[in-house]
């Protein structure tokens, strides 16, 4: 690998606080590969055998799956240095619970199972990183499960909504534009303005760019109970 791999390495979850030249060090007593993918590529499909474990080095990569209507619907879009499905590689059902798409050419570091235990071995700080990172990515997971079982936009947008609101506040920047919260909705940016327009006549927010003020949160967490 290039030198600076190992720097982007360095910034990974599973080698948070592990220097360049140690994570260098200790791949070089274990095997893995590098591997390569074009746009558009599946490299898991969902109910594959989770068997190595895969850090991102290039490129970016999204994890979907249908939803109650049979539609694709994005889960997370992962970018570099980290790594893909890290809390579905033990256990008695070690597969990949989503698709997992290439949305540009990517590049991956590849770690066996095998390899992966000789480096919790030889490094406790790559084993505790990699409890902490498992612990984190499975909370998400549970989270956007309950995300996709809300059968409207509005349900979906309240849900966005009151995960980024922080305590002491009503105002919350939104971490993804018009278009790319669409496609995490898996609906039209058409609909999704709707939705905004909507919520936002109504009283229960406002609403510009990215920035948006709650000016009914009670009414906003009852959106989360409608069934239209």
Known sequence: MEPGTYKLLARSPLFRNVPPLKIEELLEQVRYRIKKYKKGNFIAFKGDECSTLMVLLEGAVRGEMADY????????????????????????????????????????????????????????????????????????????LRFISFKTIKQKLAHYILRLLKP????????????????FFG????????????????????????????????????LLEESQ
């Open 69 to 144: 209507k049979g539609k694709s619907v994005e889960i997370e879009k992962i970018r570099p240095p980290r790594p893909l499905a890290p809390a579905f590689l033990f256990g008695k059902s070690n597969v990949f619970p989503v698709d997992v798409v290439a949305n540009e050419a990517v590049t991956l570091l590849a770690i066996p199972k095998s390899s992966l235990l000789v480096l919790f071995q030889l490094s406790t700080g790559i084993l505790r990183n990699y409890l902490d990172t498992i612990s984190d990515r499975t909370q998400f997971l549970s989270d956007k």
């Open 168 to 183: 002491g506040t009503d105002e919350v920047v939104l971490s993804r534009n018009h278009q790319e919260l669409s496609e």
């Open 187 to 222: 609906v039209t940016r058409p609909a999704l303005s709707r939705v905004f327009a909507e919520i936002e006549k109504e009283g229960v927010i406002e609403y510009s760019r990215q920035r948006v003020i709650i000016k009914d949160r009670e009414r906003l967490n009852k």
